[in-house]
């Protein structure tokens, strides 16, 4: 039997006997990811008020007396490295990839339950060194949030006294935590799949946290390695990056260093960075449309493989970030097609999803609001990918509003929809209670429209040639009244979602302590996570035996079956057909 | 139901917003109109998908609602259709890719008649520098930076003397002739950006950058740096005027060059003796 050594159960289970070891020196998978999801909303909410902050700045340049040029650099800078990395790389693989990867599969835990919990702790401290920063003299590095030198190490950048070396600090520290985590989930899914489980018969979700652990395994190196050098380069006065240059009129004693080189560094993580959020979020709301549709995905392997490809094909695209950077431009033919290619892979995933939908079943919960809201918004935020990646089309584009709305549709509304519609979803699994129905859908109508209504109108405050990251226009020919009264509006629309996260919140607190109890399989869904002995799966998972798998994970509506899904532990029988894996 | 509604309104809306909304790009006074011609095919091409997706997004999610008996059917896959989809994605690829890719074969190869204009940036202002008559910048090191000269020029370079140096934010350049703007910062990453010229390049110390452009309407146009510089980084202003032929000369035959600050220099030298 292939699956034989870590499949069965051959290690006893030592079962945490006090409520500390049980909760919070936790070495099970499930409390681990509770832990990774708190940590991450929790820093993603400072974030959240960062940006409404600088926001009201945008909006209405002088409301906020306090709001200096340094303060608004710093918390731009903040607001983006904490969002890309903190919380929506940490809630993905930290958090969904624990908590669903051993249940998903039927395995008891990770392979490596220390190591898994190790990961969550030094985490932690990533997170802590990142807010020391704020309490810093100096505060914060204002470098934004891709910390180019020499600017992020130089006098003239808030934050460059202490700021920028927590930074460097907590993304290298971060990193080590995530490594630990990521050689976990790869070795759990490789080594740790029960009977019958075979890699195609893996749901999506899996796929996705996969492949992106993998890509994430092998692109944070070149981010470490950088935040390293940078951080030699600001200390200890190496010019790894940095040329000779006069700065503030002085004289620097750096020689002969590659500003560019840090670009490559930082893009060769940045661009697979991109697919670490996004295939974990392509990979659960394909799952969350099956469900719900009451339908299989429509060309599983074909959804397979595209994740596979995107996420090759992730790691030679890095450079159109830097069109305009100063880099030899023959290399943009190159970057230019290879960007493109990637684009269809991508389109086919996005046909799947609408095509899983057509001839469905569909039931409107709030799980496939999210999940319908997400493929309308990676739609449009996938589209304008192709002005930004085809190379000339860039050039008046790059570093404009254009930029900043298009990334924002596309790798932070898009995930963040599928984040909910995921919580909404497995929410039920995690804490055994149910939320409230109508609050939920209020907060997927109030975040979805919002959302749009901020970022669809920013692109043509990009196509106008409004740069980002300008503390404020002044009087500017080409930036006409109607655009400042545009940014008001974005602004008072970014307020409205940001409060309207407060009923999420709510919403999910209130039910934990007084939600009806919910049922173990809630959505009627056929993956392992809802078969699962008890509801929140006990320490162990499965009881005393591991599940057996006989079908892949998507038998909806099956024809001549009496019930509308066949769970994946079901014995094939005569009457069911089921896909050929 | 009303999801399919809401997408259907937000899809419409967003049209009618690119048609009828006060903002796009701001006019081109440069020749770089296969840049804009580039745009406008990846709108139509990105439009016309963006409409055909949502339409059927919409179409399905109203028509295979959850009603009494309602059941999906089973078809985990259609090999035939997954191929022409593949198919026809790739060709719209290729549509987009074209122009974009024929319009960087234009912008990577400089006119060999191109006269060559100097961006220098530093925080939070802006220099420039014409090759003077021998039509010949000459070499500059961060080393020779100083009071006497800003601009760091090699005192020792003959090619040097006779550079034209504009120490202020605003530069002349004649209308209709190709430019080389060759580009230099003595501090961090700056970025070159006249939104009418579209083209546009980062300034890198320790190396020399440039772009091209041609520009085609007489008229007064704003630099603003496009590439976060400190916190200055948002009054980093600059102004290009673009003139007519003779206008522009005699602009700039009123500018200094640099030899008279070379004398300083060497005074200077043999004074410290």
Same mark, same amino acid.
């Given at each position: 039997?292939?699956?034989?050594?870590?499949?069965?159960?051959?290690?006893?289970?030592?079962?945490?006997?006090?409520?500390?070891?049980?909760?919070?020196?936790?070495?099970?998978?499930?409390?681990?990811?509770?832990?990774?999801?708190?940590?991450?909303?929790?820093?993603?909410?400072?974030?959240?008020?960062?940006?409404?902050?600088?926001?009201?700045?945008?909006?209405?340049?002088?409301?906020?007396?306090?709001?200096?040029?340094?303060?608004?650099?710093?918390?731009?800078?903040?607001?983006?490295?904490?969002?890309?990395?903190?919380?929506?790389?940490?809630?993905?693989?930290?958090?969904?990839?624990?908590?669903?990867?051993?249940?998903?599969?039927?395995?008891?835990?990770?392979?490596?339950?220390?190591?898994?919990?190790?990961?969550?702790?030094?985490?932690?401290?990533?997170?802590?060194?990142?807010?020391?920063?704020?309490?810093?003299?100096?505060?914060?590095?204002?470098?934004?949030?891709?910390?180019?030198?020499?600017?992020?190490?130089?006098?003239?950048?808030?934050?460059?006294?202490?700021?920028?070396?927590?930074?460097?600090?907590?993304?290298?520290?971060?990193?080590?935590?995530?490594?630990?985590?990521?050689?976990?989930?790869?070795?759990?899914?490789?080594?740790?799949?029960?009977?019958?489980?075979?890699?195609?018969?893996?749901?999506?979700?899996?796929?996705?946290?996969?492949?992106?652990?993998?890509?994430?395994?092998?692109?944070?190196?070149?981010?470490?390695?950088?935040?390293?050098?940078?951080?030699?380069?600001?200390?200890?006065?190496?010019?790894?990056?940095?040329?000779?240059?006069?700065?503030?009129?002085?004289?620097?004693?750096?020689?002969?260093?590659?500003?560019?080189?840090?670009?490559?560094?930082?893009?060769?993580?940045?661009?697979?960075?991109?697919?670490?959020?996004?295939?974990?979020?392509?990979?659960?709301?394909?799952?969350?449309?099956?469900?719900?549709?009451?339908?299989?995905?429509?060309?599983?392997?074909?959804?397979?493989?595209?994740?596979? %490809?995107?996420?090759?094909?992730?790691?030679?695209?890095?450079?159109?970030?830097?069109?305009?950077?100063?880099?030899?431009?023959?290399?943009?033919?190159?970057?230019?097609?290879?960007?493109?290619? %990637?684009?269809?892979?991508?389109? %086919?995933?996005?046909?799947?999803?609408?095509?899983?939908?057509?001839?469905?079943?569909?039931?409107?919960?709030?799980?496939?609001?999210?999940?319908?809201?997400?493929?309308?918004?990676?739609?449009?935020?996938?589209?304008?990918?192709?002005?930004?990646?085809?190379?000339?089309?860039?050039?008046?584009?790059?570093?404009?509003?254009?930029?900043?709305?298009?990334?924002?549709?596309?790798?932070?509304?898009?995930?963040?929809?599928?984040?909910?519609?995921?919580?909404?979803?497995?929410?039920?699994? %995690?804490?055994?209670?149910?939320?409230?129905?109508?609050?939920?859908?209020?907060?997927?109508?109030?975040?979805?429209?919002?959302?749009?209504?901020?970022?669809?109108?920013?692109?043509?405050?990009?196509?106008?040639?409004?740069?980002?990251?300008?503390?404020?226009?002044?009087?500017?020919?080409?930036?006409?009244?109607?655009?400042?009264?545009?940014?008001?509006?974005?602004?008072?629309?970014?307020?409205?979602?940001?409060?309207?996260?407060?009923?999420?919140?709510?919403?999910?607190?209130?039910?934990?302590?007084?939600?009806?109890?919910?049922?173990?399989?809630?959505?009627?869904?056929?993956?392992?996570?809802?078969?699962?002995?008890?509801?929140?799966?006990?320490?162990?998972?499965?009881?005393?035996?591991?599940?057996?798998?006989?079908?892949?994970?998507?038998?909806?509506?099956?024809?001549?079956?009496?019930?509308?899904?066949?769970?994946?532990?079901?014995?094939?029988?005569?009457?069911?057909?089921?896909?050929?894996? | 139901?009303?999801?399919?509604?809401?997408?259907?309104?937000?899809?419409?809306?967003?049209?009618?917003?690119?048609?009828?909304?006060?903002?796009?790009?701001?006019?081109?006074?440069?020749?770089?109109?296969?840049?804009?011609?580039?745009?406008?095919?990846?709108?139509?091409?990105?439009?016309?998908?963006?409409?055909?997706?949502?339409? /059927?997004?919409?179409?399905?999610?109203?028509?295979?609602?959850?009603?009494?008996?309602?059941?999906?059917?089973?078809?985990?896959?259609?090999?035939?259709?997954?191929?022409?989809?593949? &198919?026809?994605?790739?060709?719209?690829?290729?549509? &987009?890719?074209?122009?974009?890719?024929?319009?960087?074969?234009?912008?990577?190869?400089?006119?060999?008649?191109?006269?060559?204009?100097?961006?220098?940036?530093?925080?939070?202002?802006?220099?420039?520098?014409?090759?003077?008559?021998?039509?010949?910048?000459?070499?500059?090191?961060?080393?020779?930076?100083?009071?006497?000269?800003? /601009?760091?020029?090699?005192?020792?370079?003959?090619?040097?003397?006779?550079?034209?140096?504009?120490?202020?934010?605003?530069?002349?350049?004649?209308?209709?002739?190709?430019?080389?703007?060759?580009?230099?910062?003595?501090?961090?990453?700056?970025?070159?950006?006249?939104?009418?010229?579209?083209?546009?390049?980062?300034?890198?110390?320790?190396?020399?950058?440039?772009?091209?452009?041609?520009?085609?309407?007489?008229?007064?146009?704003?630099?603003?740096?496009?590439?976060?510089?400190?916190?200055?980084?948002?009054?980093?202003?600059?102004?290009?005027?673009?003139?007519?032929?003779?206008?522009?000369?005699?602009?700039?035959?009123?500018?200094?060059?640099?030899?008279?600050?070379?004398?300083?220099?060497?005074?200077?030298?043999?004074?410290?003796?």
């Amino acid at each position: 039997m292939v699956y034989a050594t870590l499949a069965e159960d051959l290690k006893e289970l030592h079962h945490p006997k006090t409520w500390v070891g049980k909760y919070v020196w936790s070495q099970d998978h499930k409390v681990i990811a509770v832990q990774y999801m708190a940590t991450a909303i929790g820093t993603g909410l400072i974030a959240l008020v960062l940006s409404d902050l600088f926001r009201l700045q945008i909006g209405f340049p002088g409301s906020l007396s306090f709001m200096t040029p340094e303060l608004y650099y710093q918390f731009i800078t903040m607001h983006g490295m904490i969002m890309v990395i903190y919380l929506l790389t940490a809630l993905f693989l930290g958090g969904f990839g624990n908590y669903l990867i051993p249940l998903m599969l039927g395995a008891r835990d990770m392979v490596f339950p220390f190591v898994n919990m190790m990961s969550y702790w030094v985490f932690l401290l990533a997170v802590l060194v990142l807010v020391a920063s704020f309490f810093v003299p100096g505060g914060p590095t204002g470098a934004g949030w891709t910390l180019y030198p020499p600017q992020a190490i130089l006098p003239g950048t808030p934050g460059r006294e202490m700021g920028i070396i927590l930074m460097l600090a907590s993304l290298a520290i971060f990193i080590i935590a995530f490594t630990m985590g990521g050689l976990n989930y790869v070795v759990t899914v490789l080594q740790a799949r029960t009977r019958g489980m075979t890699l195609m018969r893996m749901p999506l979700s899996i796929w996705g946290i996969f492949v992106a652990t993998i890509l994430a395994l092998l692109a944070f190196p070149a981010l470490f390695v950088g935040a390293v050098m940078m951080m030699l380069d600001r200390i200890l006065g190496t010019s790894f990056f940095m040329p000779a240059l006069v700065s503030m009129g002085q004289q620097l004693g750096y020689n002969g260093g590659s500003p560019i080189l840090f670009q490559h560094l930082f893009w060769f993580f940045g661009h697979p960075e991109v697919y670490i959020v996004a295939l974990p979020a392509f990979g659960i709301v394909s799952d969350l449309l099956s469900v719900h549709a009451r339908k299989n995905i429509f060309g599983y392997r074909m959804m397979v493989w595209a994740i596979v %490809i995107i996420g090759g094909l992730s790691f030679i695209v890095w450079a159109h970030h830097m069109y305009v950077s100063g880099m030899n431009p023959y290399f943009g033919f190159f970057f230019a097609t290879s960007t493109l290619i %990637i684009a269809v892979p991508t389109a %086919i995933k996005v046909y799947n999803w609408v095509l899983t939908l057509w001839k469905g079943n569909i039931h409107f919960t709030v799980p496939m609001l999210f999940a319908i809201g997400f493929i309308f918004t990676f739609i449009n935020g996938g589209l304008t990918g192709l002005f930004l990646g085809n190379v000339s089309v860039d050039v008046p584009l790059s570093g404009t509003y254009f930029v900043v709305a298009h990334f924002h549709m596309v790798m932070g509304v898009s995930p963040i929809l599928v984040v909910f519609g995921a919580l909404y979803h497995w929410y039920p699994k %995690i804490t055994g209670k149910m939320w409230n129905e109508k609050l939920g859908q209020l907060h997927f109508w109030l975040t979805f429209i919002g959302t749009y209504l901020i970022y669809f109108p920013m692109h043509y405050l990009g196509f106008l040639g409004m740069p980002r990251r300008y503390y404020e226009y002044g009087q500017t020919a080409l930036v006409p009244h109607s655009a400042h009264m545009l940014n008001a509006f974005i602004t008072v629309v970014a307020l409205a979602v940001g409060v309207s996260q407060l009923i999420f919140f709510y919403n999910m607190i209130w039910s934990y302590f007084f939600g009806p109890k919910a049922e173990s399989n809630p959505w009627k869904a056929t993956t392992l996570e809802w078969q699962t002995p008890d509801t929140p799966p006990a320490h162990g998972n499965w009881g005393p035996k591991l599940p057996t798998v006989y079908r892949w994970a998507y038998d909806y509506s099956v024809p001549g079956a009496p019930d509308d899904f066949i769970p994946q532990n079901v014995p094939a029988d005569g009457t069911s057909r089921h896909h050929r894996t | 139901m009303w999801i399919g509604i809401a997408v259907f309104v937000l899809m419409v809306g967003s049209v009618l917003f690119h048609l009828f909304s006060p903002w796009y790009l701001t006019p081109i006074a440069s020749n770089w109109t296969s840049i804009d011609n580039a745009v406008n095919v990846t709108f139509w091409v990105t439009g016309a998908v963006f409409v055909a997706i949502n339409s /059927f997004l919409v179409y399905a999610v109203i028509k295979y609602r959850n009603r009494k008996r309602s059941r999906a059917i089973y078809e985990p896959e259609n090999a035939k259709l997954e191929k022409q989809l593949t &198919l026809w994605t790739s060709v719209g690829i290729a549509l &987009l890719l074209t122009p974009g890719l024929y319009a960087w074969a234009e912008f990577v190869n400089i006119p060999g008649n191109a006269s060559v204009v100097e961006a220098i940036g530093q925080q939070w202002q802006w220099s420039f520098r014409f090759p003077g008559k021998d039509g010949v910048l000459g070499t500059v090191d961060v080393k020779y930076v100083s009071d006497n000269n800003p /601009f760091g020029l090699n005192p020792d370079d003959p090619y040097g003397r006779d550079d034209v140096l504009i120490e202020d934010s605003t530069v002349h350049i004649p209308v209709g002739k190709p430019i080389k703007m060759v580009l230099r910062s003595k501090d961090v990453l700056h970025d070159f950006f006249v939104p009418q010229f579209r083209a546009r390049m980062n300034l890198v110390p320790g190396s020399v950058t440039y772009f091209w452009f041609t520009p085609t309407k007489i008229g007064k146009y704003e630099i603003l740096c496009a590439q976060l510089c400190g916190i200055g980084h948002y009054t980093m202003r600059g102004t290009v005027i673009v003139d007519d032929q003779s206008t522009f000369d005699a602009w700039l035959n009123k500018q200094r060059t640099f030899a008279p600050a070379r004398a300083g220099i060497h005074e200077l030298v043999t004074k410290r003796g």
